[in-house]
């Protein structure tokens, strides 16, 4: 199987940083990569597709990019209401595989 | 406006079995793809499987083949989980979510459930 490593594991930074979390697949999936915020004991949300689409809805400055193995998340102006565990996730094929988790916290 | 909506929190003991239900609406049920994910306390979702609903064709995780059944009942726009042999390792917050794409499996998930946290213990 396949395997999703996000780094870091959390991250502290202050209202209106540039914030940047890796996305790093054991082997190539294209494009297939998704990005969800959850929010304390809230439900996970999508907020890019396709390794760089946002889903409607959701702030622009949340971006997305990479292919192949390797993908970044991108939060350009870091806002309280960021604050929440941020996952990829692959989506080209079973099993449908989660990264750990990033943690984002304001400073 | 699409909805899912699950059945309510359950206690089970070891070797038990549960059954989680997921009712959908505000679209074609037959259209999309369901997956069940869950996620054990502070830890990241893990997938566990999926169904067509419109032909009841099912794909599950590894790990939990034998002991996950995924069905559906298209009169009702639901579709159920059950898990069986149930251990303490299975206490977490189950969720539905629907793909994405119409039609397509390689998708992600845009509509969840509120959740269903199922607790095993003696």
């Known amino acids: 199987d396949i395997q999703m490593t996000q780094s870091p594991s959390s991250l502290s930074a202050s209202v209106g940083d540039r914030v940047t979390i890796t996305c790093r697949a054991s082997q190539g999936i294209s494009n297939y990569l998704a990005w969800y915020q959850q929010k304390p004991t809230k439900v996970p949300k999508l907020l890019i597709y396709a390794a760089s689409t946002l889903q409607s809805g959701v702030p622009s400055r949340f971006s997305g990019s990479g292919s192949g193995t390797e993908f970044t998340l991108t939060i350009s102006s870091l806002q309280p209401e960021d604050v929440g565990t941020y996952y990829c996730?692959?989506?080209?094929?079973?099993?449908?595989?989660f990264g750990q988790g990033t943690k984002v916290e304001i400073k | 406006q699409v909805q899912l909506v699950q059945s309510g929190t359950e206690v089970k003991e070891p070797g038990a079995s549960v059954k989680v239900s997921c009712r959908a609406s505000g679209y074609s049920f037959t259209s999309y793809y369901v997956h069940w994910v869950r996620q054990a306390p502070g830890q990241g979702p893990e997938w566990m499987g999926t169904?067509?609903?419109?032909?009841?064709?099912?794909t599950y995780a590894q790990r939990l083949q034998g002991r996950l059944t995924m069905t559906t009942d298209t009169s009702t726009s639901t579709v159920y989980m059950k898990l069986s042999s149930l251990r303490s390792e299975d206490t977490a917050v189950y969720y539905c979510?629907?793909?994405?794409?119409?039609?397509?499996?390689?998708?992600?998930?845009?509509?969840w459930g509120q959740g269903t946290l199922v607790t095993v213990s003696s």
């Open positions: 979510a629907r793909s994405m794409i119409v039609f397509v499996i390689a998708s992600p998930y845009d509509y």
């Open positions: 996730q692959k989506y080209n094929s079973a099993p449908w595989t």
């Open positions: 169904i067509h609903p419109g032909g009841g064709t099912t």
